[in-house]
């Protein structure tokens, strides 16, 4: 992940503090490198491949024989030895998909693959969860008026969430935060992580301003800054 500086990390601070000086929303910045490493996905697909890929071998004439054969081993030449035979070859299969497991699950779990092999939709809910989960532990429910947004950014699963609390849900249109999402989107990737949380947050400051006005005796109820995640 590209590190930010104390400078860019400032610009989201006084973007987010321009931002609320024209609403009674709170917005709140977060950038996660990872929200999880899908420990599951390489056994999945080494499961999947120990069980598909040795019978689609036999169906293209592989037999287990032929290893035996390859290896310096003895071919049956007499009925009464098929029995052996039989175990030969049920043992050498066996061998083929613990072979096949571990070759598919030590590659899965290189980093890039597993991740390019995690479906989108198991990302998707993923990033969905972690920011929901972050949105409550932080406590932006919790505004006077449940007027906290979270704008959650996950890099490794390229993936934005925006969550609005209710009192701000029922006053802006949904639709309107797909434009957040947009403008962040579009800076990450560029690689300009600062840039894209500057643009997100003046985008969510003029929703804000649009459909949560400021009001009488308002105060900065969450921090301004960006919230880095560790990995």
């Excluded at 050498?92 to 998909?97: A, E, H, M």
């Excluded at 560029?190 to 894209?196: L, P």
Aim: glycine share 8%; proline share 6%; charged share 20%.
């Amino acid at each position: 992940m590209r590190t930010l500086s104390q400078a860019d990390q400032d610009r989201i601070a006084q973007a987010v503090a321009e931002a609320e000086k024209t609403t009674a929303g709170e917005i709140y910045c977060v950038l996660a490198p990872e929200v999880g490493d899908d420990r599951e996905v390489p056994l999945i697909w080494a499961v999947g491949a120990a069980l598909v890929l040795p019978a689609l071998a036999l169906l293209a004439g592989f037999r287990p024989e032929m290893l035996t054969r390859l290896f310096g081993g003895w071919s049956v030449g007499h009925a009464a030895a098929q029995d052996g035979a039989i175990l030969s070859a049920l043992l050498t299969y066996v061998g083929l998909q613990a072979a096949t497991f571990l070759v598919v699950a030590l590659a899965v779990s290189w980093p890039p693959v597993r991740r390019a092999l995690t479906p989108a939709s198991r990302k998707a809910a993923r990033v969905r969860q972690a920011a929901m989960d972050y949105f409550l532990a932080k406590d932006l429910h919790l505004t006077r008026d449940r007027t906290g947004v979270l704008i959650f950014a996950a890099l490794a699963e390229h993936r934005v969430e925006v969550i609005a609390d209710e009192g701000i849900y029922a006053a802006a249109p949904n639709t309107v935060w797909d434009e957040v999402v947009a403008d962040l989107t579009a800076g990450l990737k560029r690689g300009a992580i600062a840039d894209g949380f500057v643009a997100a947050v003046a985008r969510a400051g003029a929703i804000l301003a649009a459909h949560v006005p400021p009001r009488p005796g308002d105060a900065n109820e969450l921090p301004d800054g960006l919230t880095v995640l560790p990995r």
